[in-house]
């Protein structure tokens, strides 16, 4: 049975960072795509950042490029996103997910290439 369970979130002043953790378990980490979403009340999910099966491609979405950095530890099973720089409109429940094939499509494609696996969300919250 795949587990993914994300901690780290918090509430956090604009300017302040924080680094979500993704900790899988059951999981082929190694042969999967993994990504970071988020969702705020009344908006439509985003598709964060999303990084390759050994690291070697990573997407941002333009609204977090330069704040934000994802990165995998694929001998620890985990998934980091770094967010520096935080502002009010950071305020979501994120989301780690995983998806075995195509890449970063599950961000740019969102909708289409639908993640195969989701953790249950971590919330963050910046205050202004």
């Known amino acids: 049975q795949v587990q993914m369970v994300e901690s780290g979130g918090g509430l956090v002043q604009t300017g302040g960072s924080l680094r979500l953790s993704c900790t899988t378990s059951?999981?082929?980490?190694?042969?999967?795509?993994m990504g970071w979403f988020r969702q705020a009340p009344g908006k439509e999910r985003e598709g964060v950042s999303c990084?390759?099966?050994?690291?070697?491609?990573?997407y941002y979405a333009d609204s977090v490029k330069g704040r934000f950095t994802t990165s995998r530890d694929n001998a620890k099973h985990t998934l980091y996103l770094q967010m520096n720089n935080l502002k009010p409109e950071d305020t979501a429940m994120y989301y780690c997910?995983?998806?075995?094939?195509?890449?970063?499509?599950?961000?740019?494609?969102?909708?289409?290439?639908?993640?195969?696996?989701w953790g249950q969300g971590a919330q963050v919250t910046v205050s202004s």
């Open positions: 997910a995983a998806r075995e094939y195509s890449g970063t499509a599950m961000c740019t494609n969102t909708g289409e290439y639908e993640p195969d696996y």
């Open positions: 059951g999981l082929r980490f190694n042969d999967y795509n």
């Open positions: 990084i390759t099966w050994a690291g070697g491609t990573t």
